[in-house]
């Protein structure tokens, strides 16, 4: 018996998904004037709309992806809605999306992974690492356009113990540059957020376990900084505050025109840009086995090799081995191969870094595998 689709899809297509007509996009819109790269993409396409849920740090990604996979595949459309990592893997294991997108992969403890195998007709769901977004250390310190900043530094900043932006600890990073006698307003999220979540698993891996907080709810010392909902206030905050210092995705400070600072991990200054991202994105080790692409997080916040920017946040989209429907198999396929093939310019404008080759080669393997 092959996964049928559960009635409640329809449901909660109705409810809100991301639709593609609803991105202003065109569905006669050729796949030259999407993404040039597509024109000479061999998919197969189905015969079904794609549907998925999850995580909301990918869903500006999946704009991208649905407006490129409908110019490939003309009248199809991949459904995503926006609904958190949690809903995503719930309603992926209840078979009422084709695939999820999550901050995490399958957690094997709390019985996810044995519950995707029987979603997936008794073959093993695959954690397929598609989507990479760059976490920003946002500042806004007049007169200063160049900063370098590193974890200790950063951890300190939001534990209290660096108040000012002329401190020893950041003037040691900063040779030969005038800072000013400014106090550090740090910014973080208020609500619970997979920024905050990765944020903070970085800043535990990079002080070698110093920095004690951790998961989506942000723990910094008491007293210290302003919480705000989400990115985009987080942003504002920083940008209207003199001495404002925020963590945040790409996107918004490049949009605000804020200073992002470089981060030294132990090799010299590395700036936020895509070649170096991508060159920390091409060393990261992979957990799982064969096609089952769960990615080392260690290896991404602890790498100190130079030229590796490593303030990187990872989502995956969760997926049957086998078990699809036909048609469904060949959509979730076909649209995949789209997102891993997408326009490097509209994912950096919307705050992402495009999959560097030898990893995508990876992506492509499993997505490819898929029956």
């Given at each position: 018996?092959?996964?049928?689709r559960h009635s409640a899809a329809l449901s909660f297509l109705a409810a809100g998904t991301l639709?593609?007509?609803?991105?202003?996009?065109?569905?006669?819109?050729?796949?030259?004037?999407?993404?040039?790269?597509?024109?000479?993409?061999?998919?197969?396409?189905?015969?079904?709309?794609?549907?998925?849920?999850?995580?909301?740090?990918?869903?500006?990604?999946?704009?991208?992806?649905?407006?490129?996979?409908?110019?490939?595949?003309?009248?199809?459309?991949?459904?995503?809605?926006?609904?958190?990592?949690?809903?995503?893997?719930?309603?992926?294991?209840?078979?009422?999306?084709?695939?999820?997108?999550?901050?995490?992969?399958?957690?094997?403890?709390?019985?996810?992974?044995?519950?995707?195998?029987?979603?997936?007709?008794?073959?093993?769901?695959?954690?397929?690492?598609?989507?990479?977004?760059?976490?920003?250390?946002?500042?806004?310190?007049?007169?200063v356009d160049d900063l370098t900043l590193n974890a200790e530094v950063i951890g300190k900043i939001?534990?209290?113990?660096?108040?000012?932006?002329?401190?020893?600890?950041?003037?040691?990073?900063?040779?030969?540059?005038?800072?000013?006698?400014l106090d550090i307003v740090p910014f973080y999220r208020s609500e619970e957020s997979g920024t905050?979540?990765?944020?903070?698993?970085?800043?535990?891996?990079?002080?070698?376990?110093?920095?004690?907080?951790?998961?989506?709810?942000?723990?910094?010392?008491?007293?210290?900084?302003?919480?705000?909902?989400?990115?985009?206030?987080?942003?504002?905050?920083?940008?209207?505050?003199?001495?404002?210092?925020?963590?945040?995705?790409?996107?918004?400070?490049?949009?605000?025109?804020?200073?992002?600072?470089?981060?030294?991990?132990?090799?010299?200054?590395?700036?936020?840009?895509?070649?170096?991202?991508?060159?920390?994105?091409?060393?990261?080790?992979?957990?799982?086995?064969?096609?089952?692409?769960?990615?080392?997080?260690?290896?991404?916040?602890?790498?100190?090799?130079?030229?590796?920017?490593?303030?990187?946040?990872?989502?995956?989209?969760?997926?049957?081995?086998?078990?699809?429907?036909?048609?469904?198999?060949?959509?979730?396929?076909?649209?995949?191969?789209?997102?891993?093939?997408?326009?490097?310019?509209?994912?950096?404008?919307?705050?992402?870094?495009?999959?560097?080759?030898?990893?995508?080669?990876?992506?492509?393997?499993?997505?490819?595998?898929?029956?």
């Amino acid at each position: 018996m092959k996964i049928k689709r559960h009635s409640a899809a329809l449901s909660f297509l109705a409810a809100g998904t991301l639709v593609l007509s609803a991105c202003g996009s065109d569905q006669n819109v050729s796949p030259e004037n999407v993404n040039p790269a597509l024109t000479d993409l061999n998919v197969e396409c189905g015969t079904e709309p794609v549907t998925s849920e999850g995580s909301s740090a990918q869903k500006n990604a999946m704009d991208v992806f649905a407006r490129d996979y409908s110019a490939k595949c003309p009248g199809q459309e991949l459904n995503y809605t926006k609904s958190g990592s949690g809903k995503g893997v719930s309603s992926f294991l209840a078979g009422q999306i084709d695939f999820g997108g999550s901050d995490s992969p399958l957690d094997e403890e709390d019985g996810e992974v044995a519950r995707a195998a029987e979603r997936c007709q008794g073959n093993p769901a695959w954690n397929v690492p598609m989507v990479f977004g760059p976490i920003a250390m946002a500042y806004n310190i007049p007169g200063v356009d160049d900063l370098t900043l590193n974890a200790e530094v950063i951890g300190k900043i939001y534990q209290g113990e660096i108040k000012n932006w002329n401190d020893p600890a950041v003037a040691a990073l900063n040779p030969g540059k005038q800072l000013p006698d400014l106090d550090i307003v740090p910014f973080y999220r208020s609500e619970e957020s997979g920024t905050s979540d990765n944020f903070q698993k970085y800043l535990k891996t990079a002080t070698n376990g110093a920095w004690t907080g951790e998961g989506k709810q942000f723990q910094g010392g008491p007293g210290v900084g302003q919480g705000k909902e989400g990115s985009d206030q987080v942003s504002q905050a920083t940008n209207t505050t003199p001495g404002g210092l925020s963590y945040v995705e790409w996107s918004y400070p490049k949009n605000l025109g804020l200073g992002i600072a470089k981060i030294d991990s132990g090799a010299g200054p590395v700036e936020l840009n895509t070649a170096n991202v991508g060159n920390v994105i091409n060393q990261a080790k992979i957990e799982g086995e064969g096609n089952d692409l769960r990615v080392d997080l260690d290896s991404i916040y602890g790498n100190k090799s130079p030229g590796a920017y490593p303030v990187v946040l990872n989502t995956y989209e969760i997926v049957c081995s086998k078990g699809y429907e036909p048609e469904t198999a060949k959509g979730v396929k076909a649209a995949l191969t789209v997102a891993a093939n997408a326009n490097p310019t509209e994912l950096e404008e919307a705050g992402y870094v495009p999959l560097p080759q030898e990893f995508k080669d990876k992506v492509l393997t499993a997505v490819n595998a898929i029956s």
